[in-house]
C-alpha cells in the first residue's frame, strides 16, 4: 500500500522557520521524483519544489526561491522542505506528492496532474 506521510506542519511567526518532512512507502522511491505543492482556501494547488530521487536536481517556484530548500534521504525515503522566513502568503496546506517520471521534475513543465501519489497535507499557517 502506498503512503505518503507529512509532518513538521504548525502556527509560526513571519520571518521564522520551519522544516516538513514526507516518509515514502509502498513503492520504488528511487528513479522518480518528488515534490512538495501547497493549496490555500479558493485557491489551485501550486507547486513549490521537487527532487529527483536518483540525480537530486531541485526546482522551486518563484516565489520561494531562496527561503526554501527541497532535501531527501534515500535510505530512509523521506524528502524534506526547509522553509526559510517564512511570509504570511506561505499560509496553505502543504502536500507531499510523487511523480514516478523517472527523475523529470522541472515545475516550469510539471502539473499537479503529473504527479501520481499524494500525501494527506500538513498545514502551515504564518501570522504577522
Known amino acids: 500500500q502506498v503512503q505518503l506521510v507529512e509532518s513538521g506542519g504548525g502556527s509560526v511567526q513571519a520571518g521564522v522557520s520551519l522544516r516538513l518532512s514526507c516518509a515514502a512507502s509502498?513503492?520504488?522511491?528511487?528513479?522518480?521524483?518528488m515534490g512538495w505543492f501547497r493549496q490555500a482556501p479558493g485557491n489551485e494547488r501550486e507547486g513549490v519544489a521537487a527532487?529527483?530521487?536518483?540525480?537530486?536536481?531541485?526546482y522551486y517556484a518563484d516565489s520561494v526561491k531562496g527561503r526554501f530548500t527541497i532535501s531527501q534521504d534515500k535510505a530512509k525515503n523521506t524528502v524534506y522542505l526547509q522553509m526559510n522566513n517564512l511570509k504570511p502568503e506561505d499560509t496553505a496546506i502543504y502536500y507531499c506528492?510523487?511523480?514516478?517520471?523517472?527523475?523529470?521534475?522541472?515545475?516550469?513543465?510539471?502539473?499537479?496532474?503529473?504527479?501520481?501519489?499524494w500525501g494527506q497535507g500538513t498545514q502551515v499557517t504564518v501570522s504577522s
Open positions: 509502498g513503492y520504488t522511491y528511487r528513479r522518480n521524483c
Open positions: 527532487i529527483g530521487t536518483d540525480i537530486d536536481s531541485t
Open positions: 506528492t510523487a511523480s514516478l517520471s523517472r527523475g523529470f521534475c522541472d515545475l516550469r513543465v510539471l502539473g499537479a496532474e503529473d504527479f501520481r501519489y
